[in-house]
């Protein structure tokens, strides 16, 4: 952590103070993390409403392929998009683990499909570098960026690019 | 209460209950006016000092009428009251005191300054919504004083909205409103003192006055939202009007004063005059007592809230800024609250019904705990309950909604209505009240318009003079049925006829049953009127009041006979949340198919089914052919039964869209919510929405017309539309 603000304060010097920014280190995220096959990908936590077991997905008929269906949530008819369609990967049945993750941005919501939820980070932001060129830019608009954490590669998915595909 | 610190508003609650007899308690009035009026402002002292007069000549004894003095004076005092409030609030940026200045003429009246800075958005939406609710109360209270001049609680209605809204107004520094509704208070209280009667040209300056009151509540509620404020056109005009009678000063004899209709310009007819006449007749010999009543008070002990709750909120309504009306037995509910609360209530059933499904609760090794678990159970249904009356507001507004409509119509049509309104109790769920107001201005207006005939058209046709305008409201088996009967021209068979022709609908000579040719009317673009006027006639018409009812999942009948009238009914459900629906399986799959859409269920005989060029399959029915669509193909659903002689099928549909839908079996009936697929799903094709069903799944609630429209699109290509029969 210590090493990751040094680094901060580095980059702000070097971009010269272009926003008046009060610490470096209030310039992290939380960010839900969770598996889609063996990749890993973030969510932050403030557009994330709740993560919720799967339970019962019931398919609509004639809907476009990303989406899983709909799931009851507490009276409230949640979509779900399957983030294994998004991102090209091929589909599976939901095991045990697989959750669904409320997602919200303005007045729209959703629910991702996850393989599995793995825990909750924080994030510097200036960690998140735009998302790679080897990604096929179909896939690539769905992300705002990866980073690099500890050697893991966390890919971050744009929240409101989803809910838009949707919509 | 002392008798040396009598307030003014003790004063008014003490003028109630007085007896006109009771000198002793008089005198006390008298001298407590006299302590008020020398700690207060002149404008103040001379309406105590009229008050003082007045009781003295009653003290004499010698006026013939002391209840009607008693409530002249009541006048005074309330006057007595404003002008204090006016005091008062001097400060900030307009007072209503300054009456004696003609109208502010204001150089740039069309366009003031925005909201008053110190204006909070809160308190000024709150101050819009019950503006609303003053504005529909007077106004209905508006009509009943025209037909019934002598109304005194109409009047106090009427009265009671203007001063609230003027309290408030001045409160919140809105100084347009508070202008007009100090004039109009002003002006209705010459009305209220009997010395002119709420009628011909007075009320319609009473209704301007209401509508302009409505205008410029909207512009406030625009200004809300940023917009600037535009006073409406008409506003200057319509404060001279109000303030004329007033330039002679409200406070001389008023008996002088009785030729001031004159001033008032209005439109010249005095339609209404002579037809609310008869009627008044009638009522005086019924009310005769009430008439008696001072207007200004109520005499003794009569406990009707109206006048007392003056006495109690003329003080306190302008500085709560009319956050609680004393005597309100209803709460003001944000809707989406409530709507969130009828979910919870909904989801509270499913979860208890999950309790009580339950292995252990079911085992029977714990009687206390079963014994429970039905207890809660009780509770949880009659929460649902209540919860769904909470949904059901009566149709009164909208009915006295289309009750001025009406009025205004007919002056403009210069045709003479009795307007009658039946069953405004009737209740309907909050979300279909606003939806179903557009359908039935339109069928009134139509009826207007179209049907009821000229005064000397229906003499001459022997019919009274005034038509009469039914609207009836109740409920039937489930529905709300609204019926708008006119007794006018009636539909002309041959005039539809003329013009289906002309708009090639049928071909001349034609055979066709009268209800096929009524139903031509709700064609687009069909039009039997030859004129067009502002109020229909316009092509756009009654087809999109079908659609507007079939969109509520209702459905409108039109009755007619030459001659004698129309009667339109519309007929909905109660409410648009619930949806009564069969369950049917299919694969794996579960769908909600709502029940006014099945028109009968069988399994087939194999010998009743057949194929035409080899795909398209038919069924038989009691005679007829008709075509089968299979439910898991179109929705492609494995594991499903292929064979329609163990499946079941549904016939859905009418006229020649009728078809059979192939599923599994039927599971049960059910009440469902009906709630809208997840956000971004949009619109799918066969499926109408989702609910959620008792073991907390979503399901699907079918809408057949999708349902056959996707089954022709995938038929048609392959064989070439030979599967409608």
Same mark, same amino acid.
């Given at each position: 952590?210590?090493?990751?603000?040094?680094?901060?304060?580095?980059?702000?010097?070097?971009?010269?103070?272009?926003?008046?920014?009060?610490?470096?280190?209030?310039?992290?995220?939380?960010?839900?993390?969770?598996?889609?096959?063996?990749?890993?990908?973030?969510?932050?936590?403030?557009?994330?409403?709740?993560?919720?077991?799967?339970?019962?997905?019931?398919?609509?008929?004639?809907?476009?392929?990303?989406?899983?269906?709909?799931?009851?949530?507490?009276?409230?008819?949640?979509?779900?998009?399957?983030?294994?369609?998004?991102?090209?990967?091929?589909?599976?049945?939901?095991?045990?683990?697989?959750?669904?993750?409320?997602?919200?941005?303005?007045?729209?919501?959703?629910?991702?499909?996850?393989?599995?939820?793995?825990?909750?980070?924080?994030?510097?932001?200036?960690?998140?570098?735009?998302?790679?060129?080897?990604?096929?830019?179909?896939?690539?608009?769905?992300?705002?960026?990866?980073?690099?954490?500890?050697?893991?590669?966390?890919?971050?998915?744009?929240?409101?690019?989803?809910?838009?595909?949707?919509? | 209460?002392?008798?040396?610190?009598?307030?003014?508003?003790?004063?008014?609650?003490?003028?109630?209950?007085?007896?006109?007899?009771?000198?002793?308690?008089?005198?006390?009035?008298?001298?407590?006016?006299?302590?008020?009026?020398?700690?207060?402002?002149?404008?103040?002292?001379?309406?105590?000092?009229?008050?003082?007069?007045?009781?003295?000549?009653?003290?004499?004894?010698?006026?013939?009428?002391?209840?009607?003095?008693?409530?002249?004076?009541?006048?005074?005092?309330?006057?007595?009251?404003?002008?204090?409030?006016?005091?008062?609030?001097?400060?900030?940026?307009?007072?209503?005191?300054?009456?004696?200045?003609?109208?502010?003429?204001?150089?740039?009246?069309?366009?003031?300054?925005?909201?008053?800075?110190?204006?909070?958005?809160?308190?000024?939406?709150?101050?819009?919504?019950?503006?609303?609710?003053?504005?529909?109360?007077?106004?209905?209270?508006?009509?009943?004083?025209?037909?019934?001049?002598?109304?005194?609680?109409?009047?106090?209605?009427?009265?009671?909205?203007?001063?609230?809204?003027?309290?408030?107004?001045?409160?919140?520094?809105?100084?347009?409103?508070?202008?007009?509704?100090?004039?109009?208070?002003?002006?209705?209280?010459?009305?209220?003192?009997?010395?002119?009667?709420?009628?011909?040209?007075?009320?319609?300056?009473?209704?301007?006055?209401?509508?302009?009151?409505?205008?410029?509540?909207?512009?406030?509620?625009?200004?809300?939202?940023?917009?600037?404020?535009?006073?409406?056109?008409?506003?200057?005009?319509?404060?001279?009007?109000?303030?004329?009678?007033?330039?002679?000063?409200?406070?001389?004899?008023?008996?002088?004063?009785?030729?001031?209709?004159?001033?008032?310009?209005?439109?010249?007819?005095?339609?209404?005059?002579?037809?609310?006449?008869?009627?008044?007749?009638?009522?005086?010999?019924?009310?005769?007592?009430?008439?008696?009543?001072?207007?200004? +008070?109520?005499?003794?002990?009569?406990?009707?809230?109206?006048?007392?709750?003056?006495?109690?909120?003329?003080?306190?309504?302008?500085?709560?800024?009319?956050?609680?009306?004393?005597?309100?037995?209803?709460?003001?509910?944000?809707?989406?609250?409530?709507?969130?609360?009828?979910?919870?209530?909904?989801?509270?059933?499913? +979860?208890?019904?999950?309790?009580?499904?339950?292995?252990?609760?079911?085992?029977?090794?714990?009687?206390?705990?079963?014994?429970?678990?039905?207890?809660?159970?009780?509770?949880?249904?009659?929460?649902?309950?209540?919860?769904?009356?909470?949904?059901?507001?009566?149709?009164?507004?909208?009915?006295?909604?289309?009750?001025?409509?009406?009025?205004?119509?007919?002056?403009?049509?210069?045709?003479?209505?009795?307007?009658?309104?039946?069953?405004?109790?009737?209740?309907?769920?909050?979300?279909?009240?606003?939806?179903?107001?557009?359908?039935?201005?339109?069928?009134?207006?139509?009826?207007?318009?179209?049907?009821?005939?000229?005064?000397?058209?229906?003499?001459?046709?022997?019919?009274?003079?005034?038509?009469?305008?039914?609207?009836?409201?109740?409920?039937?088996?489930?529905?709300?049925?609204?019926?708008?009967?006119?007794?006018?021209?009636?539909?002309?068979?041959?005039?539809?006829?003329?013009?289906?022709?002309?708009?090639?609908?049928?071909?001349?000579?034609?055979?066709?049953?009268?209800?096929?040719?009524?139903?031509?009317?709700?064609?687009?673009?069909?039009?039997?009127?030859?004129?067009?006027?502002?109020?229909?006639?316009?092509?756009?018409?009654?087809?999109?009041?079908?659609?507007?009812?079939?969109?509520?999942?209702?459905?409108?009948?039109?009755?007619?006979?030459?001659?004698? +009238?129309?009667?339109?009914?519309?007929?909905?459900?109660?409410?648009?949340?619930?949806?009564?629906?069969?369950?049917?399986?299919?694969?794996?799959?579960?769908?909600?198919?709502?029940?006014?859409?099945?028109?009968?269920?069988?399994?087939?005989?194999?010998?009743?089914?057949?194929?035409?060029?080899?795909?398209?399959?038919?069924?038989?029915?009691?005679?007829?052919?008709?075509?089968?669509?299979?439910?898991?193909?179109?929705?492609?659903?494995?594991?499903?039964?292929?064979?329609?002689?163990?499946?079941?099928?549904?016939?859905?549909?009418?006229?020649?869209?009728?078809?059979?839908?192939?599923?599994?079996?039927?599971?049960?009936?059910?009440?469902?919510?009906?709630?809208?697929?997840?956000?971004?799903?949009?619109?799918?094709?066969?499926?109408?929405?989702?609910?959620?069903?008792?073991?907390?799944?979503?399901?699907?609630?079918?809408?057949?017309?999708?349902?056959?429209?996707?089954?022709?699109?995938?038929?048609?290509?392959?064989?070439?539309?030979?599967?409608?029969?």
């Amino acid at each position: 952590m210590t090493e990751d603000t040094a680094e901060a304060v580095e980059d702000m010097d070097s971009y010269e103070n272009l926003f008046d920014r009060i610490s470096p280190t209030e310039n992290t995220s939380q960010f839900v993390v969770f598996r889609l096959t063996r990749e890993w990908y973030g969510v932050e936590i403030t557009k994330v409403k709740e993560v919720v077991k799967v339970d019962r997905i019931t398919s609509l008929p004639s809907s476009p392929e990303h989406i899983a269906g709909i799931v009851n949530l507490r009276g409230y008819i949640l979509s779900v998009t399957n983030l294994r369609t998004v991102f090209g990967l091929p589909y599976e049945e939901p095991t045990e683990k697989a959750r669904i993750i409320a997602v919200e941005s303005g007045v729209l919501e959703t629910g991702l499909l996850v393989d599995e939820v793995v825990e909750s980070i924080e994030i510097p932001l200036n960690k998140i570098e735009a998302a790679l060129l080897t990604i096929p830019p179909e896939r690539a608009k769905y992300l705002e960026g990866q980073c690099n954490l500890d050697g893991r590669l966390i890919a971050v998915v744009n929240v409101e690019k989803i809910l838009e595909k949707r919509a | 209460m002392t008798d040396e610190k009598l307030t003014l508003d003790d004063i008014a609650a003490l003028l109630l209950q007085i007896e006109p007899t009771n000198l002793a308690e008089l005198a006390n009035i008298r001298r407590g006016l006299k302590a008020i009026a020398e700690s207060s402002s002149i404008s103040v002292q001379r309406s105590i000092a009229e008050a003082i007069t007045r009781i003295d000549q009653m003290e004499g004894g010698k006026d013939p009428d002391p209840a009607g003095l008693l409530c002249r004076i009541g006048a005074f005092i309330e006057e007595a009251m404003n002008a204090t409030e006016e005091s008062a609030l001097e400060a900030p940026p307009f007072s209503p005191t300054e009456q004696d200045s003609p109208v502010r003429s204001n150089p740039e009246a069309g366009c003031s300054n925005a909201l008053p800075l110190e204006a909070d958005s809160a308190l000024l939406s709150e101050f819009i919504t019950e503006n609303r609710d003053l504005i529909a109360g007077a106004e209905t209270a508006l009509l009943k004083l025209e037909a019934d001049p002598e109304n005194a609680e109409a009047l106090h209605t009427v009265f009671r909205a203007f001063h609230t809204i003027k309290g408030t107004s001045v409160f919140l520094g809105l100084d347009h409103i508070s202008t007009l509704a100090h004039r109009a208070e002003s002006f209705l209280s010459r009305i209220r003192d009997k010395e002119i009667r709420c009628v011909g040209g007075y009320a319609d300056l009473a209704f301007r006055s209401v509508d302009m009151l409505k205008d410029l509540t909207q512009t406030v509620h625009d200004a809300l939202s940023g917009k600037p404020i535009i006073v409406p056109g008409g506003f200057d005009d319509l404060m001279v009007l109000l303030t004329e009678p007033e330039a002679a000063g409200i406070s001389e004899d008023v008996c002088e004063r009785g030729d001031g209709a004159a001033e008032v310009p209005s439109l010249p007819d005095d339609l209404l005059a002579t037809q609310a006449n008869p009627r008044r007749e009638g009522r005086k010999t019924a009310v005769t007592d009430q008439t008696d009543q001072p207007a200004g +008070g109520v005499p003794e002990g009569t406990k009707t809230p109206s006048p007392t709750e003056i006495g109690q909120t003329l003080q306190k309504q302008p500085r709560t800024a009319g956050s609680e009306t004393a005597a309100e037995s209803s709460v003001r509910v944000r809707t989406d609250r409530l709507d969130r609360l009828i979910e919870m209530v909904g989801e509270l059933v499913i +979860g208890h019904s999950m309790v009580v499904q339950d292995n252990t609760v079911n085992s029977g090794n714990y009687p206390d705990l079963q014994q429970k678990v039905s207890h809660t159970g009780k509770i949880v249904r009659q929460m649902q309950d209540l919860c769904m009356a909470i949904r059901m507001v009566p149709l009164k507004a909208t009915i006295h909604k289309i009750a001025r409509l009406v009025r205004d119509l007919a002056r403009r049509q210069k045709i003479m209505i009795n307007f009658i309104a039946v069953g405004e109790d009737t209740e309907i769920d909050r979300n279909m009240v606003d939806l179903i107001n557009d359908p039935l201005v339109h069928l009134v207006r139509n009826a207007v318009d179209h049907g009821i005939e000229s005064p000397e058209d229906r003499e001459k046709k022997g019919k009274p003079r005034a038509g009469t305008l039914l609207l009836k409201a109740y409920h039937s088996g489930g529905n709300v049925v609204v019926e708008v009967s006119d007794d006018g021209k009636g539909l002309d068979r041959n005039k539809i006829i003329q013009k289906a022709i002309a708009k090639g609908l049928i071909q001349p000579g034609q055979n066709m049953s009268d209800s096929e040719i009524i139903n031509f009317i709700f064609e687009p673009g069909f039009s039997t009127a030859d004129k067009v006027t502002d109020l229909s006639g316009r092509g756009v018409g009654l087809d999109v009041v079908r659609k507007a009812v079939e969109t509520l999942r209702g459905r409108v009948d039109v009755s007619s006979e030459v001659g004698q +009238g129309c009667t339109f009914s519309v007929r909905l459900p109660l409410t648009m949340a619930i949806t009564d629906g069969m369950l049917v399986k299919v694969g794996n799959q579960r769908y909600i198919l709502p029940t006014v859409n099945i028109d009968m269920s069988f399994r087939p005989d194999p010998e009743a089914l057949s194929t035409v060029a080899g795909r398209a399959e038919t069924v038989i029915f009691k005679g007829k052919l008709m075509p089968i669509f299979r439910l898991h193909r179109l929705f492609d659903i494995k594991e499903a039964v292929e064979d329609p002689t163990s499946g079941l099928l549904i016939i859905i549909g009418e006229g020649n869209q009728r078809c059979a839908l192939l599923v599994d079996e039927l599971v049960g009936q059910q009440q469902v919510v009906a709630k809208s697929l997840g956000d971004g799903i949009g619109n799918v094709q066969g499926i109408s929405g989702g609910a959620i069903l008792g073991d907390g799944r979503v399901g699907l609630i079918l809408d057949p017309q999708g349902i056959a429209a996707l089954a022709r699109q995938t038929l048609e290509p392959r064989t070439a539309g030979k599967a409608t029969c």
